[in-house]
């Protein structure tokens, strides 16, 4: 889902933080979570939302709670 808030730039700030501080690259984290390492640029870059399913299987790959993830 494509968006213009302010939201989508802020989760995808802490991904992006995430990932580097577990030393994942994008392609690696886009594999894990079965997306292209495109999509996972534009979720970084707050240019998309990712599905809930997404977010899931983001916050699975960094071994936290969606809850976690998603929170501001």
Known sequence: ???KTKIPKALGRK???QRKKLKIT????A???GISRA???YIE???YIPSFKVADKI???FKVK????ISF
């Open 1 to 3: 889902m494509r968006s």
């Open 15 to 17: 991904i992006q933080i």
């Open 26 to 29: 994008q392609e690696k984290l």
């Open 31 to 33: 594999e894990k979570v």
């Open 39 to 41: 999509y996972m640029g």
């Open 45 to 47: 870059q707050g240019r």
């Open 59 to 61: 916050a699975k790959a």
């Open 66 to 69: 969606v809850k976690d993830l």
